[in-house]
């Protein structure tokens, strides 16, 4: 598969137009509105509008952050852009994958996430060695307008997991994984060097280059 890939005809937004990042993860509105930084936009989060966070039923990364951009879309009569994300671990067939977060809990405790997945992985008699597993990281982000209209846009980073989780500066399953030819984990990577080469940096380049006029 390739690492970014993009669906449906994408509309544009125009500097000082306002924004929902339809999500209540307060790290991924820090993300969303550093990459956004640059292209003067307004940007307020679904948590600060008050919208409900809608149940994630989707199968795929793709219709979860189809189901946030429309429920936020519409909830604000404002575009609304949506990330769905996770880890894919080839040793347990993609898991945990779309329930990514759920492995948190509902008090999104990650530390207790990477515990659970070392654990299950240690169990089937799949992490003997280092190097860890092979993984990925997966996000799609969709741009959604209150009209119902929506475009999702895909990117995906390689590399494996890593034991004990190493590093603060990420968020999620960030301090297990080491990307392919790096030597920190995404939890020790300054931001500008994540941003460069991560999941959302690389959904984030298609969704520009469609939404906001980028390269």
């Not at 040793?91 to 515990?115: H, I, T």
């Amino acid at each position: 598969m390739p690492p970014s890939s993009a669906t449906a005809t994408a509309r544009r937004l125009q500097p000082g137009q306002r924004l929902v990042a339809a999500t209540h993860n307060a790290g991924k509105v820090r993300e969303l509105r550093e990459l956004l930084a640059p292209y003067a936009l307004s940007v307020v989060s679904a948590g600060e509008l008050g919208l409900p966070e809608p149940e994630e039923t989707g199968a795929t990364f793709q219709a979860n952050a189809e189901l946030k951009a429309l429920a936020a879309a519409q909830g604000a009569g404002l575009p609304a852009l949506a990330d769905d994300s996770g880890l894919e671990v080839e040793a347990l067939g993609g898991a945990p994958g779309v329930y990514s977060a759920r492995w948190a809990g509902a008090d999104r405790d990650f530390g207790r996430a990477m515990q659970q997945l070392f654990d299950e992985l240690q169990q089937r008699g799949r992490w003997t060695q280092e190097p860890g597993p092979r993984t990925n990281f997966a996000c799609v982000l969709c741009l959604a307008w209150p009209d119902g209209t929506a475009a999702a846009f895909e990117g995906k980073v390689y590399g494996r997991l890593v034991w004990p989780p190493r590093g603060n500066k990420g968020f999620g399953y960030d301090p297990m994984f080491v990307a392919d030819g790096e030597t920190l984990t995404f939890g020790e990577m300054e931001p500008v060097r994540k941003h460069a080469i991560s999941h959302r940096a690389r959904a984030f380049a298609l969704f520009s280059g469609a939404c906001l006029g980028g390269d």
